[in-house]
């Protein structure tokens, strides 16, 4: 059975301008111990699905207007807060984007990782603060024992995300959600946080959902990647396979979008971007959401009219888009 | 942690000197020697006498000093008025009676609008927030003397709950130390419930749901601790509103405090009691900033560090 | 406009930045027309702003235009008719010597509100200089300036304007003025000082100077019209606190000298009738109430309006 299985989620969020619709159908199902990579750009909605998960989103505007949550069996849209309380840093758990801002100023380290273990397992004090010291360790932050004493102002922003990794690590938990960890370090510190996270998943068996807008980040850590677009899947497949054969336009635009170092794109010379916006997620067009900005998409295609389905076009490769790479060959060039 | 408080307090010393320096130079404009400028006409002898007595025949600065050693050792000279009785003897009188007024208003304060604050922004938008934020601006508004008045005129005269003036037992106490917290308690349930919104949007606030943290926990441990430090940093700046409005109120009850004497000192000349008063004050809010800042060092850890 | 060629460079870009933490997007300039419009437009759709607004506006016509058309003499004693509760004669009750209470009012209101913007200008002023120069020189001057601040602070607000009044001798509408100012100017010199650290940092400042802008040109010409929108919002912070001061010490007996009143002064005098006839100490009070019930509403509507990330969220 998957851990988690999310069938045609939506997360709505209604405000007084009107319904903005940020999660608008999003499947996948994910097997334990495995990575999913959820990509897309700034917008789309990718933070939002996380937090419908974990049911953290905020609940006068948003709602999970449709779709499921079946985490190990459980819906998790149907269950009350208080048994959510009970699922969240137990059996899931989450780290965020800005290590800076997402631990609080005025307790110290120690806290923030004791009150975990003691919410979920009722560990005495001394108890928890030996296992927070090994939690840092097994992050590895030097001096652990010393440094378990300070505030969160004394460390800097790679060794403030360590720190969110061991208080998402505390519970041992099924699953991690990993929304945009890296987003906010340099780009050294960067990587040793993403081998950490892809030790860590291998050490303890957990499966890891990683969100990101940076495709290289991807590519390292997931087995299967998600492509996301204006609230919806456009692309789903296992990782090298995406990278090696993209088919939606979108994916390749991202992916061309990669410095490389080798291949075709060096002689061309520049980074090629996406022109044009994602659409208003208040009234997003009928059709394909990405038809504005498709370099393929051309009149009487019908793009512009329906929305494409998520179609199977090889085992374990999904894409949304009435133009996907391997059959375009077989259309006549765009005007 | 010492060495920041040592900081603070040395710090307050150059602005102690200060602010006796400058009700000094205000008390030198006023009167110059105010035995030559009272409607009464002295006897010159007499009048030779009193200078020297109050050392007013020594050039300013020696004056200055002389007040300032007087200042610290709690010696704020003689009365001009009431010639036998010195400044200190009225402070010693009629000062306890305002200290408890103010602290019994700053206790309404905390213990009504601090909680109110809270309750707001927890049910935010609802009937309660709109209510107290419009009772909370309406507390601003109103000037005090008209809410004391028709607290008298009211719960006092008309349904005889309370006596309507005085300072005697605990039920003379309430309505008018009620009346001086009521500002202060409008400012607590604002600024607690904008403190808390703004802390309740916080990150870390997120990441405490996202650790299955019971609610209860979160707003106690992670969301009231550190929204009430400004509110903590409030009490200063509102000390010196509840002197101020002390004034007032101490009219309208009867109430024998400083805060009357001091109007009365005012259109009687006493100069020295002026000063005296303004200086106790003046000195009164200059240690509560310096304890708010320390109590504010204590609960912010990154401002220990950060203070230049 | 002058041509001069060291302006050129950074001429679009002196536009409005308001309130503190306007930091986080310093140097981000938009057309200087279009912000004011922005802002106007995110004014009116405060209910509670707008409709203070319009109170205050109203109030201050009433003010200026009633006496010139009412029917009663405001300084004719008629004791036949004194401590009378409102009537259609006289909507607002009479005082203890039978005076009209409206047309006193609007008299009173007239003092109350002059002393109140003259108070808050001559705030602003001292607060500008005081503040800019503190904020732009920075460093030892500032230091200095911030310390002697600090002790300013500690002085109490009424006692320390009594005894203005009582160095400047006589208390009249222009001296309450000047005693009220001096008594507050303090933090309108923080937050100007403030706003000049913040813009400060701005790129096109750095630009100008670069260019060889002399300090007082960057100072008028780039710093200062950017803090225009601070001082507008300060300008109705003060206001209460002003006409509050003047109501204090006018209610303890320290209030313009008669024939002219004050708001304060006319709660002073009805005062002693409260027992019996409330309505003579009530109203003018009330009317202090109001004026800064509004200028609270029009601050908190101006600053949301210009500075809308510091409205609190109404989502969750």
């Not at chain 2, 404009?29 to 105010?34: A, E, H, K, S, V």
């Not at chain 2, 607290?151 to 309507?164: N, Q, S």
């Not at chain 3, 050129?8 to 279009?34: C, I, K, L, Q, T």
């Not at chain 3, 009412?70 to 005076?99: K, V």
Request: charged share 20%; hydrophobic share 45%.
């Amino acid at each position: 059975m998957a851990l988690l299985d999310v069938k045609d989620l939506k997360t709505h969020f209604f405000t007084r301008e009107g319904v903005v619709r940020a999660v608008d159908g999003i499947s996948f199902s994910l097997e334990p111990g495995r990575a999913l990579g959820i990509v897309g750009e700034s917008g789309c909605g990718k933070s939002v699905t996380a937090l419908s998960i974990m049911g953290l989103i905020p609940r006068p505007p948003a709602r999970i207007v449709d779709g499921s949550v079946e985490f190990r069996g459980r819906d998790l849209t149907q269950l009350s807060e208080r048994e959510l309380e009970d699922v969240r840093g137990r059996e899931i758990a989450m780290i965020f984007q800005d290590p800076m801002t997402s631990l609080n100023p005025t307790l110290k380290i120690k806290t923030q990782i004791t009150e975990v273990l003691d919410r979920h397992f009722g560990y005495s004090k001394d108890e928890a603060k030996r296992r927070a010291i090994e939690l840092l360790e097994e992050v590895q932050i030097p001096n652990a024992a010393e440094r378990i004493d300070d505030y969160p102002h004394r460390f800097s922003g790679g060794m403030r995300q360590r720190v969110m990794i061991a208080i998402a690590l505390a519970c041992d938990p099924q699953l991690l959600i990993a929304d945009e960890p890296t987003t906010a370090l340099d780009v050294t510190v960067q990587a040793e946080i993403l081998d950490l996270l892809e030790e860590l998943r291998r050490e303890h068996e957990m499966a890891l959902i990683l969100i990101t807008h940076d495709m290289g980040v991807v590519a390292e850590v997931a087995d299967e990647v998600a492509v996301m677009y204006a609230g919806q899947f456009v692309e789903q497949a296992p990782t090298l396979e995406l990278y090696d054969r993209p088919e939606h336009p979108y994916t390749e635009a991202l992916l061309g979008a990669l410095p490389q170092l080798e291949g075709e794109d060096v002689r061309r010379g520049r980074l090629l971007s996406i022109p044009g916006r994602p659409p208003d997620l208040i009234a997003p067009p009928e059709g394909c959401r990405f038809a504005p900005r498709c370099p393929f998409a051309h009149l009487g295609d019908g793009c512009a009219e329906a929305l494409p389905e998520l179609r199977r076009i090889r085992p374990d490769h999904y894409v949304r888009s009435r133009h996907p790479a391997s059959e375009r060959q077989r259309e006549p060039a765009p005007a | 942690m010492t060495a920041f408080i040592i900081r603070r307090i040395l710090w307050t010393i150059p602005v102690l000197l200060l602010v006796i320096f400058l009700t000094f130079v205000m008390m030198k404009q006023i009167g110059g020697n105010p035995f030559r400028r009272t409607e009464r006409a002295v006897p010159v002898a007499i009048q030779q006498n009193l200078e020297r007595k109050f050392n007013l025949d020594e050039p300013w600065y020696v004056q200055y000093a002389l007040y300032v050693k007087g200042v610290f050792t709690f010696d704020f000279g003689p009365s001009l008025v009431s010639r036998d009785r010195t400044v200190n003897d009225i402070i010693k009188e009629h000062a306890p009676k305002s200290l408890e007024l103010g602290l019994y208003a700053m206790l309404w304060a905390i213990v009504l609008g601090i909680p109110a604050g809270v309750i707001a922004a927890l049910r935010q938008n609802s009937i309660y927030d709109y209510g107290l934020m419009f009772l909370s601006n309406v507390g601003f508004a109103v000037p005090s003397f008209l809410v004391a008045t028709l607290l008298i005129y009211y719960v006092a005269l008309k349904w005889g709950l309370v006596p309507t003036n005085g300072w005697t037992t605990w039920q003379t106490k309430i309505l008018p130390s009620f009346a001086l917290g009521l500002l202060p308690m409008a400012y607590f349930a604002r600024l607690v419930r904008g403190s808390m919104l703004e802390t309740l949007q916080q990150d870390y606030v997120r990441t405490a749901r996202a650790k299955g943290l019971r609610q209860r926990r979160i707003i106690v441990r992670h969301v009231l601790r550190n929204s009430l430090i400004p509110a903590i940093t409030a009490i200063a700046p509102l000390l010196g509103f509840i002197i101020t409005g002390s004034f007032v109120i101490e009219l309208i009850f009867s109430i024998p405090g400083i805060g009357r004497y001091f109007v009365t000192a005012v259109s009687s000349r006493d100069y020295s009691v002026v000063m005296g008063v303004t200086v106790l004050t003046s000195v009164v809010i200059v240690l509560a900033n310096l304890v708010v800042d320390i109590l504010y060092g204590v609960l912010d850890p990154r401002t220990r560090e950060a203070r230049s | 406009m002058t041509l001069d060629p060291r302006d050129a460079v950074v001429a679009d870009a002196a536009v409005p930045e308001v309130v503190a933490g306007a930091g986080a997007r310093a140097g981000a300039p938009v057309h200087r027309a279009s912000l004011w419009r922005d802002a106007w437009r995110r004014y009116l759709q405060n209910k509670g702003a707008v409709v203070a607004g319009a109170i205050f506006v109203f109030i201050v016509l009433f003010c200026l235009l009633y006496p010139l058309v009412s029917p009663h003499d405001p300084d004719q004693i008629e004791l036949t008719n004194a401590r009378e509760g409102p009537t259609l004669e006289h909507p607002l009750g009479t005082d203890a010597f039978g005076r009209d209470m409206l047309t006193r009012v609007a008299l009173a209101g007239r003092i109350s509100l002059a002393i109140g913007l003259g108070a808050t200008i001559a705030i602003l002023l001292f607060g500008v200089v005081y503040g800019s120069t503190a904020g732009f020189f920075g460093g030892r001057l500032d230091n200095i300036q911030m310390r002697l601040l600090d002790a300013l602070y500690g002085l109490p607000y009424l006692p320390f304007a009594i005894i203005l009044l009582a160095i400047i001798g006589t208390i009249n509408m222009w001296t309450m003025m000047l005693a009220l100012s001096i008594a507050s100017w303090f933090t309108a010199a923080r937050i100007v000082r403030g706003q000049i650290i913040t813009l400060k940092q701005n790129d096109y400042v750095r630009a100008a100077q670069a260019l060889g802008a002399r300090w007082y040109r960057v100072l008028t010409r780039h710093l200062l019209p950017n803090t225009l929108g601070v001082l507008i919002i300060a300008m109705f912070l003060e206001l209460p606190g002003v006409i509050l001061g003047e109501a204090f010490l006018g209610f303890i007996g320290l209030g313009i000298s008669p024939p002219e009143a004050s708001l304060g002064s006319m709660a002073e005098e009805g005062r002693a009738e409260y027992r019996a006839n409330p309505h003579i100490m009530i109203v003018p009070s009330l009317a202090i109430a109001v004026v800064v019930l509004c200028a609270n509403f029009i601050a908190d509507g101006m600053r949301d309006a210009l500075d809308p990330r510091t409205r609190e969220t109404k989502e969750g």
